[in-house]
């Protein structure tokens, strides 16, 4: 019961907002279409290979090994970032018995996880189908994977919950957390993309992915001679093992993981939220103005809990994305390093702060409308702060990268460039926060605030990228140039155009915030 209650709300909450049916519209589009679009032709060949009465065990091994992964990876966020019972709590706790609350919350969380995961499988599914000529293929595929992705989920799910109540236990710091994380992410995603490049053949299929010695693919590869053994698969005595192994460990996982979360359900867990011994004082040059005063503030916010910036997710995954021609060609870093931490601070500088100043701010804005002439200084605050950020990345990891492969003179045009492109994207991305705020407070990397609208994040970092690449070009162009009057012209509009977007977003959200009364905050 408490699972169906909460799966109706998420419904209804979704289905009441505009914003919230587009966005979930938009992630279905996303992952049902246009990434499944992206595996086309490894999807129907991998069909044609399973259907062509000798099914490849080694891509078979390496099929069922990214089910694992992903069972892993989604059962072990779900169980280290749960949604804490809130207000309700306590009544919760003795409404119900606490094994039906452990159910129910691990049911609802189950499924709101995975959810996102099945328009990606029907259409990887239907891929296969095409290209093995009829459903028995994909329907056995999808029947063998789903032991493989429950015992992951669930031994992923256990090892959340055990981090989890670890870093309560030994009270381990936010940074700590937040830097274990992103280690776990990057390597994780450099081991993933190396190990599969090194085994896709020419034409980009799976006919050559064999695992390799320190993954278990001689279990998973013996599973699948099982699995497909009425494709004319060959199986063997230890695929056997490895399938009533998976199937011993979906029941006895979920007990184990019911059990033990009902355990931490009954016991007090200390406060996650790390104790300050007192107030520190605003360092040189913080000092100089009202507005740098209150950057200082919001960066000292974020080096309390660096979870302030849960929000720049998708920028770290894009960035890890674009990351993938350096694994293949280490040399190109610093080709493609100084455009890209140019472009990425730039990013950041909007993102951090700027995209929802109104949602942010919500509870200080009567202090800050009976006490202030103008909320302009708490937006220039925003905007000096992401500005520390971004040009961290911007030129502090950039210019080190232009100074080794290009010339001073390129190096300190695109240094400059880096200064003006922040300033367009902070003020552009107060605009979008002003005129797409996100008020409604919700739990988000085990962090409950007013995060920014997906959407229009994502938009923000699309557009950024577009327009930031067509400045690195005139960078190029306007140091090589013969003649500084083509490159004048073009940089006059491609400033005009920045200024337009950067200034017209900064006071589109000074007017919205000098315009509130006390009434509607």
């Given at each position: 019961m408490l699972a169906r209650t909460e799966l109706r709300c998420r419904v209804r909450d979704v289905r009441?907002?505009?914003?919230?049916?587009?966005?979930?519209?938009?992630?279905?589009?996303?992952?049902?279409?246009?990434?499944?679009?992206?595996?086309?032709?490894?999807?129907?060949?991998?069909?044609?290979?399973?259907a062509s009465g000798s099914p490849p065990l080694g891509p078979a091994g390496v099929a069922f090994g990214a089910v694992s992964v992903l069972g892993l990876y989604v059962g072990g966020a779900s169980g280290f970032n749960q949604e804490a019972a809130g207000t309700v709590g306590p009544l919760v706790r003795t409404s119900i018995?606490?094994?039906a609350m452990s159910l129910g919350r691990l049911g609802s969380e189950s499924i709101q996880a995975t959810a996102i995961g099945v328009p990606t499988a029907v259409a990887l599914l239907l891929e296969v189908a095409v290209g093995a000529g009829g459903p028995v293929t994909p329907a056995l595929l999808a029947v063998a994977s789903l032991p493989v992705f429950l015992a992951a989920f669930a031994v992923g799910r256990l090892l959340g919950d055990a981090v989890r109540h670890a870093s309560e236990v030994l009270r381990v710091s936010l940074w700590t957390k937040a830097l274990v994380?992103?280690?776990?992410?990057?390597?994780?995603?450099?081991?993933?993309?190396?190990?599969?490049?090194?085994?896709?053949?020419?034409?980009?299929?799976?006919?050559?992915?064999?695992?390799?010695?320190?993954?278990?693919?001689?279990?998973?590869?013996?599973y699948a001679g099982v699995a497909f053994a009425p494709?004319?698969?060959?199986?063997?005595?230890?695929?056997?093992l490895v399938a009533v192994l998976l199937l011993a460990t979906v029941p006895l996982g979920f007990a184990a993981a019911v059990r033990w979360e009902t355990h931490l359900l009954l016991r007090e867990s200390p406060s996650d939220e790390e104790q300050t011994s007192g107030s520190r004082g605003v360092p040189w040059p913080f000092t100089a103005t009202p507005s740098a005063r209150v950057a200082w503030r919001y960066l000292l916010r974020t080096r309390r809990d660096p979870r302030m910036l849960a929000h720049l997710g998708p920028l770290l995954f894009g960035m890890l994305g674009m990351g993938a021609s350096v694994f293949r060609n280490p040399g190109s870093?610093?080709?493609?390093?100084?455009?890209?931490?140019?472009?990425?601070?730039?990013?950041?500088?909007?993102?951090?702060?700027?995209?929802?100043?109104?949602?942010?701010?919500?509870?200080?804005?009567?202090?800050?409308?009976?006490?202030?002439?103008?909320v302009a200084v708490v937006l220039r605050g925003r905007v000096l702060a992401g500005l520390v950020l971004g040009l961290l990345l911007a030129v502090g990891v950039g210019t080190p990268l232009s100074i080794a492969s290009t010339s001073v003179v390129s190096t300190l045009a695109l240094a400059g460039f880096?200064?003006?492109?922040?300033?367009?994207?902070?003020?552009?991305?107060?605009?979008?926060?002003?005129?797409?705020?996100?008020?409604?407070?919700?739990?988000?990397?085990?962090?409950?605030?007013?995060?920014?609208?997906?959407?229009?994040?994502?938009?923000?970092?699309?557009?950024?990228?577009?327009?930031?690449g067509i400045g690195v070009f005139l960078v190029a162009w306007s140091v090589d140039a013969h003649s500084p009057l083509l490159p004048a012209i073009a940089w006059t509009l491609y400033l005009a155009v920045l200024a337009l977007f950067g200034g017209g977003g900064y006071v589109a959200a000074v007017r919205k915030f000098d315009r509130l009364t006390l009434d509607e905050t």
């Open positions: 009441g907002s505009a914003r919230k049916l587009l966005s979930v519209a938009f992630m279905a589009l996303a992952f049902g279409v246009f990434f499944p679009l992206v595996l086309w032709s490894v999807g129907t060949g991998f069909g044609r290979a399973l018995s606490p094994t994380f992103l280690a776990v992410t990057v390597v994780g995603y450099v081991g993933s993309y190396r190990f599969v490049y090194a085994g896709l053949d020419e034409s980009g299929g799976l006919a050559g992915v064999f695992p390799p010695a320190f993954l278990p693919g001689e279990p998973l590869q013996a494709l004319g698969a060959d199986p063997r005595p230890l695929g056997g870093l610093l080709t493609f390093g100084p455009p890209a931490a140019t472009i990425a601070g730039a990013t950041v500088a909007g993102a951090a702060y700027c995209m929802n100043p109104l949602g942010d701010d919500r509870d200080q804005l009567p202090l800050l409308l009976t006490s202030t002439r103008s880096a200064v003006v492109l922040s300033l367009a994207g902070a003020g552009t991305a107060l605009g979008i926060g002003a005129v797409l705020p996100r008020f409604e407070r919700r739990e988000y990397m085990s962090v409950e605030r007013a995060h920014p609208s997906t959407i229009a994040l994502i938009c923000y970092l699309f557009g950024g990228l577009f327009v930031g």
